[in-house]
């Protein structure tokens, strides 16, 4: 059965700290993967990762794929208030087109 | 418990033609959402729903109509299809605004 798995599911940390949140998978004909940002109403999309293209980064925010652990990280660096959100990862399956999200890290930052 | 179903999984419609995408969940949430993925993009946000009669526009309304008479069920109207509606379509529901959303499956919809 295909899978997404992030971890940790929730992550209280102060401004200023790296964080590093993960997203293990397992899905059958791997096309991409994709990290959001979950706020009040409705998730933002962050990045797109596939095999031509495993390491994205914009700001603090940075995020690589490894396609032989099977996972990806995200990086924020120097957290603010304003990081604090759901983040959400997806995996996208090219048989069936599918995409499969994760239940997303709950990061919360102390001011 | 089958948390948030869409259906149908996969349509290709003829232009000018209508539909309902059919949104149900059975987590007695509050809020309701339809996005639409386009092909390498995120999700853009079309309509939601804070609860049973209350719908309001999301990032890309038009072409798209809603409503919510009961707190389970989110049915998103096409009236008119155009090629520039062909996209993932999905549904998602939360316990109320800044909680975890569940997804539905997803439609995928082709206008030709």
């Known amino acids: 059965e295909d899978k997404v798995v992030q971890s940790p599911l929730s992550l209280v940390v102060h401004e200023g700290d790296t964080v590093t949140l993960n997203c293990s998978y397992e899905?059958?004909?791997?096309?991409?993967l994709l990290w959001y940002k979950q706020e009040k109403k409705a998730p933002t999309f962050l990045f797109m990762l596939t095999s031509s293209g495993i390491e994205k980064k914009s700001g603090r925010l940075s995020s690589i794929l490894d396609k032989k652990e099977l996972s990806s990280i995200l990086n924020i660096t120097a957290t603010q208030t304003g990081d604090s959100a759901i983040y959400l990862c997806a995996v996208e399956a090219v048989r069936d087109d599918k995409i499969i999200f994760g239940k997303g890290t709950r990061l919360h930052i102390l001011p | 418990n089958a948390g948030v179903t869409q259906t149908p999984k996969f349509r290709i419609l003829k232009i000018g033609q209508s539909m309902t995408l059919q949104c149900t969940q059975d987590?007695?949430?509050?809020?309701m959402y339809w996005y639409r993925q386009d092909p390498g993009m995120g999700l853009k946000l079309i309509y939601y729903?804070?609860?049973?009669?209350?719908?309001d526009k999301g990032e890309v309304p038009n072409g798209y109509n809603v409503s919510r008479s009961t707190t389970e069920d989110f049915p998103l109207r096409l009236e008119l299809a155009a090629p520039s509606q062909t996209s993932v379509y999905f549904c998602?529901?939360?316990?109320?605004?800044?909680?975890?959303?569940?997804f539905g499956p997803g439609t995928r919809l082709t206008v030709t």
């Open positions: 729903s804070v609860g049973a009669g209350i719908t």
């Open positions: 987590m007695n949430h509050n809020y």
């Open positions: 998602a529901s939360s316990y109320q605004q800044g909680y975890e959303q569940y």
């Open positions: 899905v059958t004909n791997f096309r991409s």
